[in-house]
């Protein structure tokens, strides 16, 4: 597979999924993201004066992202204020009036704000809309008498008409790339858009090798479980062929079946596929070959199997005069002919499948 298919296919975990705090701040922070945002709110002149810097403010909050000046011979520039916010209303717009005060006293100059607003914004906080920016025509101005030069909000409807542009505009790539939350560019509905791959491939190139040892620990997991399983099953059948008294056989099987009960909650609950089979010997092509794993994998045990294992277990102990109603009811008991409805339904199917076997 090539470079350019293996991003395309590359997928981010949910927990680092876009518009997530880890997943927003550090790829903001990659210097061509920084001069795509200065560019467009204060224009390329200042392309390459804006770095990122620390966050943390005297009254102990913390804000996302904050780009200021590199050199103190451009402090007339504006420090420029970036949040990625779930949902938009009046508690954000108050905390972002904190922030911009806090800055206001370490920096001596009030900030531009740009927030991006990734699922709802609520209608105290549109009501509240200005004449905007025509530098920034797809979003919505606030007011912000005093404590920021301008206060930038984009959302899902707010760049909505301008998504069908070549190409998007870098700020709208950014906030459609966290707006959005998709887990692969493959999914995205504007992956042809060289902004949109830029931030994929900063995700992948930060979050790679996490990923990376996530998918081993899954499929470790997986394999757990799987062979958990099948030894429990092969106990089953062990149980079955080995213990002839009643009372021992059902307590035992009901531990097993407990065991069995809480890999496949396990299994439904991570989505895991606990149903691998290992290739019969008599399956010796190369492409079988090159499917299976060199793990040890135990082969599955057919609960059809199990059924008449069983059978034959208790007619070889009691002879042919056996009570075929109590070999149900007990079988029943731990957990065998599942798809029967009646004893007799067992004794018919088990001598039509002896006969085929024959």
């Known amino acids: 597979m090539n470079k350019e298919k ?3 296919l590359f997928r981010l975990t949910n927990g680092h999924k876009p518009g997530s705090d880890l997943m927003s701040r550090l790829v903001l922070l990659k210097s061509e993201i920084i001069n795509l945002v200065v560019s467009t709110v204060i224009g390329n002149s200042a392309v390459g004066k804006y770095r990122a810097v620390p966050t943390d403010w005297p009254n102990r909050m913390k804000s996302d992202v904050v780009y200021e000046p590199i050199s103190c011979r451009d402090r007339e520039l504006p420090p420029i204020l970036l949040e990625i916010q779930h949902t938009v209303d009046m508690a954000f717009y108050l905390r972002v009036n904190e922030y911009c005060l806090q800055m206001i006293k370490q920096k001596h100059v009030p900030p531009i704000v740009v927030a991006i607003g990734i699922n709802n914004t609520v209608s105290a906080v549109l009501d509240m809309a200005v004449k905007g920016d025509e530098k920034i025509p797809f979003a919505i101005a606030l007011p912000c008498p005093g404590w920021a030069r301008s206060f930038s909000l984009i959302n899902a409807g707010t760049i909505n008409p301008h998504l069908d542009t070549q190409p998007l505009a870098p700020l709208v790539a950014i906030a459609h790339f966290f707006i959005e939350q998709k887990t692969s560019l493959i999914s995205m509905t504007r992956r042809d858009d060289p902004t949109i791959q830029k931030l994929f491939f900063y995700a992948k190139e930060i979050f790679g090798t996490d990923i990376q040892k996530y998918e081993n620990v899954v499929e470790t997991f997986n394999q757990s479980c799987t062979q958990m ?3 429990l099953s092969k106990a089953q059948q062990t149980l079955v062929e080995d213990v002839m008294d009643i009372n021992q056989r059902k307590r035992t099987a009901q531990v097993l079946d407990d065991g069995l009960l809480f890999i496949n909650e396990i299994s439904k609950k991570h989505r895991l596929n606990t149903h691998q089979t290992v290739a ?3 399956s010796s092509s190369k492409s079988k070959q090159a499917a299976t794993t060199n793990t040890d994998v ?7 199997n199990l059924n008449w294992t ?7 102990h009691f002879g042919d ?3 075929w109603q109590k070999l149900y009811n007990v079988g029943k008991d731990i957990g065998l002919f599942e798809t029967y409805s009646s004893a007799k339904a067992v004794k018919s199917s088990y ?3 002896k006969s085929q076997s024959n």
């Open 298 to 304: 135990l082969p599955v045990i057919e609960r059809k």
């Open 310 to 316: 069983f059978v034959n277990s208790w007619r070889s």
């Open 351 to 353: 001598f039509r499948a």
């Open 321 to 323: 005069e056996m009570d």
């Open 229 to 231: 399983k099948q030894q």
């Open 6 to 8: 293996k991003d395309l």
């Open 280 to 282: 019969s010997s008599s």
